[in-house]
């Protein structure tokens, strides 16, 4: 099959075949197809769009392109969660070890944070030791022994995604909702799942800001998710303030082990509630419970009764990492690290937080990438206490930004200062944190 045919068909609004699409992507591995070929095809998806059909075929070519796992050796349903990313967003490290304890295993597989957004993985390396270069075999003994484990993506799991994202990325092609779809989910499927919950984030720190786009994002995987014969649903969630009050590593693995202790104040509310639902969902998924209400009882007992908490401390053993940290989770604060208090200049109501102005002035003192290959310092980060709707006083702090002596701390926090907008009167819509759930 010549490529110029494939672009023809494409650029003209015709439905690509299986086979046309499995070309294309076997072309880009092997290198049969030229970058400026690939990147047409590109165009042309991004401008016409593809059917639920060629997402499908889209993604299982980019999923055959490397390898897929199989744990059918361990007896329990698989599943796992996958975030569209935002400011604050930890709730992996609750959930995996939440949905093992209720009997789901969940071969976790995460990424590295990069520009605002934060990554499972650098916020588990904030926890001394932690390890998350394991080998198959390491991983699988570890799924297999606590009912989860946590690795970063491979170079053999779905090459194609990384050829692509390249081209997407060089030809602003990176948001089109199709090649999203195949781009998540040939990675998410090559954990070979039976169940997969998508949390798609959208509002002012979320990758996809508009909530009518984030909406149909969530529908094509979801529909991609089902087609690809896996139990898929999609929570539509807000992202229009952090989520809880820790922004930065070693903060958002504080909150979240203060979750799992039964620890958390109203403060970390949004980050358990959002951690249970999507629990409950896979364990629902996952044909555990008996219903989705059975779900969230079985969810909140065994995050009330420190099941969870005990499954995270077996992890954070096997994976390297001092589980200490269970017991006494201040253990991770750097009293070397400086506060400073960002304030309120005016007294009145928050009405709006630009959430990815947060997390990258997070960035920029060091607790996030805003170069791929930046290193992160664990230490630094935000912990905010206003939210969007509350009542502030003139000087009132904002929150409390960690950063180190130098690291332009001044302008860090006039960056955090600007980014809440503070009015006369209480603004008369509060985000809602679960907005729907998408689950055709
Ligand atoms: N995340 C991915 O993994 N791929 C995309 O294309 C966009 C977000």
């Given at each position: 099959m010549r490529p110029q045919e494939i672009i023809?068909?494409?650029?003209?609004?015709?439905?690509?075949?299986?086979?046309e699409v499995a070309s294309f992507v076997g072309g880009v591995v092997d290198g049969s197809w030229a970058d400026y070929q690939a990147s047409a095809l590109l165009m042309a998806?991004?401008?016409?769009?593809?059917?639920?059909?060629?997402?499908?075929?889209?993604?299982?070519?980019?999923?055959?392109?490397?390898?897929?796992?199989?744990?059918s050796d361990i007896e329990l349903p698989k599943a796992d969660k996958h975030s569209t990313?935002?400011?604050?967003?930890?709730?992996?490290?609750?959930?995996?070890?939440?949905?093992?304890?209720?009997g789901v295993a969940v071969p976790m597989i995460s990424g590295r944070g990069l520009g605002h957004t934060g990554g499972t993985l650098d916020k588990l390396e904030a926890i001394p030791g932690y390890r998350v270069h394991l080998d198959l075999d390491e991983f699988r003994k570890?799924?297999?022994?606590?009912?989860?484990?946590?690795?970063?993506?491979?170079?053999?799991?779905?090459?194609?995604?990384?050829?692509?994202?390249?081209?997407?990325?060089a030809t602003e092609t990176v948001e089109s909702i199709p090649l999203i779809v195949a781009s998540i989910m040939s990675k998410k499927l090559a954990a070979g799942l039976g169940a997969l919950v998508l949390d798609v984030k959208t509002g002012s720190g979320a990758f996809m800001r508009d909530e009518g786009r984030a909406k149909a994002l969530a529908r094509a995987l979801v529909r991609t998710g089902h087609s690809c014969g896996v139990h898929t649903e999609a929570l539509l969630t807000d992202m229009s303030q952090p989520l809880g009050a820790a922004v930065g590593n070693a903060n958002e693995v504080q909150e979240c082990i203060r979750i799992m202790r039964g620890d958390s104040g109203e403060e970390a509310r949004d980050v358990r509630e959002l951690s249970v639902e999507l629990s409950a969902r896979m364990v629902a998924l996952s044909g555990v419970a008996a219903s989705l209400e059975e779900a969230r009882k079985q969810?909140?007992?065994?995050?009330?009764?420190?099941?969870?908490?005990?499954?995270?401390?077996?992890?954070?053993?096997?994976?390297?990492?001092?589980?200490?940290?269970?017991?006494d989770p201040q253990i991770l604060t750097d009293l070397t690290v400086e506060e400073v208090r960002v304030e309120s200049v005016h007294a009145g109501y928050v009405e709006a937080i630009d959430a990815a102005e947060v997390g990258r002035a997070v960035a920029g003192v060091g607790g996030g990438r805003v170069r791929v290959e930046d290193r992160i310092d664990p230490a630094v980060g935000y912990i905010a206490h206003a939210r969007t709707g509350q009542q502030v006083s003139a000087g009132e702090p904002l929150g409390l930004l960690y950063c180190r002596k130098g690291a332009q701390?001044?302008?860090?926090?006039?960056?955090?200062?600007?980014?809440?907008?503070?009015?006369?009167?209480?603004?008369?819509?509060?985000?809602?944190?679960?907005?729907?759930?998408?689950?055709?």
């Open positions: 023809r068909k494409k650029r003209d609004g015709g439905e690509l075949s299986r086979e998806v991004y401008l016409t769009g593809m059917t639920t059909v060629e997402m499908e075929a889209l993604t299982q070519a980019m999923l055959g392109s490397g390898e897929v796992l199989d744990f990313g935002g400011v604050g967003d930890k709730t992996s490290l609750v959930i995996a070890p939440l949905v093992a304890a209720c570890i799924l297999r022994g606590v009912g989860y484990a946590m690795m970063g993506q491979t170079a053999e799991i779905a090459p194609a995604d990384k050829k692509l994202y390249a081209l997407r990325d969810v909140n007992r065994a995050l009330d009764s420190g099941a969870a908490l005990e499954r995270f401390r077996r992890n954070v053993e096997e994976q390297g990492g001092n589980p200490r940290v269970c017991d701390a001044a302008a860090a926090a006039a960056r955090i200062r600007a980014a809440y907008t503070v009015g006369e009167a209480a603004p008369n819509h509060v985000p809602q944190l679960i907005k729907e759930v998408i689950a055709q």
